[in-house]
């Protein structure tokens, strides 16, 4: 179904990470981890749902400059003014969350945490009766965003974690390297389901890992970019 609906909101997470509100045409049928594709001049362009509330909702998106390297649509759509309509087609895929009582570790990079960050929040809050963990991967502290909203979620949920992994930095209160070092043989032990988004390489290394610990890849569910 293709919509119109209108950024009403825009805030800087860092210096390149945008969280974006937009209010919706209609309401819509929605399954926590699914995507919305922009219809942008010439271009068609997917990203996840962060949060939907009704007629809203909100996406993080990462602005990546042309010079370096980045596409032209991350920067379209980071520039826009408030109360700018643009049309949507969606929600859509199949990355979602697996309903049942296993425990679930979840292992995320940057920008790709926001299916995972949708299914966490909506399941927590919807009391599926097992234990969330969550392992963010960023280079530095500046790099890091939504910590607070996570701190807050552990301290409203007894069965929700998360760990912070920083390879560039040294800081007493998050873990050095990262996130494939967190995966070990007792991983099996804690966990029966594993969810990764990121890109393809830190979704193979990981997965590789995971099976060189004798995890099942059956439960293993990913979404690369």
């Not at 390149?16 to 926590?32: G, M, R, T, V």
């Not at 701190?151 to 929700?160: Q, R, T, V």
């Amino acid at each position: 179904m293709i919509q119109n609906f209108k950024l009403i909101n825009k805030r800087n997470l860092t210096t390149n990470i945008y969280e974006l509100d937009f209010e919706c045409e209609n309401n819509f049928a929605f399954k926590p981890g699914q995507f919305i594709t922009f219809l942008i001049p010439v271009w068609w362009r997917a990203y996840s749902i962060l949060e939907e509330n009704w007629k809203n909702i909100k996406l993080i998106i990462k602005k990546r400059e042309l010079d370096e390297g980045g596409r032209w649509w991350s920067k379209y759509l980071c520039e826009l003014e408030i109360w700018t309509s643009i049309r949507w087609v969606g929600p859509a895929w199949h990355f979602t969350l697996k309903e049942n009582e296993k425990n679930k570790l979840f292992l995320w990079t940057g920008t790709w945490f926001v299916p995972l960050y949708n299914q966490i929040t909506y399941w927590l809050k919807n009391k599926l009766n097992c234990n969330f963990k969550l392992i963010f991967w960023a280079r530095t502290k500046d790099d890091l965003f939504y910590i607070d909203e996570l701190s807050n979620l552990k301290k409203e949920y007894n069965n929700f974690d998360f760990e912070v992994y920083l390879s560039r930095e040294e800081i007493v209160w998050y873990k050095k390297w990262y996130i494939t070092d967190f995966l070990n043989y007792e991983t099996k032990n804690s966990f029966e389901e594993v969810y990764i988004c990121g890109t393809p390489s830190m979704i193979d290394s990981s997965i590789d890992i995971l099976i060189e610990k004798w995890f099942e890849k059956e439960n293993i569910f990913t979404e690369k970019y």
